[in-house]
C-alpha cells in the first residue's frame, strides 16, 4: 500500500460531456490545494465506475507542467483552458 488515499466525491450529470465540463471546473478550482492531482480527474457512468473517461489531455509540456485540454483535443497542448 502506497500510504496514500484517494477521495471519490459523486457528483451527478446527467450526460458524458456535462460530466467531463462539470469535472473540469472542479478540478481546476481545486488546483489551488497542494494535495489535489486535477490531470487524473476521470469520469465515469454511476453505473459502470470500472469504465474511466479522461477530462484532461494530461501531456508533459515544457517546465513539467501539464496541458488543461481534452484529451482528444486537435492542435497543440497548451496551458490555456479548453472548455468545448
Do not use: K, Y
Not at 486535477?38 to 465506475?49: C, F, K, L, R
Not at 469504465?51 to 507542467?65: E, K, Q
Amino acid at each position: 500500500m502506497t500510504g496514500r488515499f484517494v477521495i471519490h466525491l459523486p457528483v451527478v450529470a446527467n450526460d458524458l460531456l456535462s460530466a467531463q465540463r462539470l469535472a473540469r471546473v472542479v478540478a481546476h478550482w481545486t488546483h489551488v490545494l497542494p494535495q489535489t492531482d486535477p490531470g487524473g480527474t476521470t469520469v465515469s457512468a454511476e453505473d459502470d465506475q470500472n469504465a474511466r473517461h479522461w477530462v484532461f489531455c494530461d501531456r508533459l509540456l515544457s517546465g513539467g507542467r501539464r496541458c488543461l485540454l481534452r484529451p482528444d483535443h486537435d492542435g497543440e497542448c497548451s496551458r490555456r483552458r479548453g472548455w468545448r
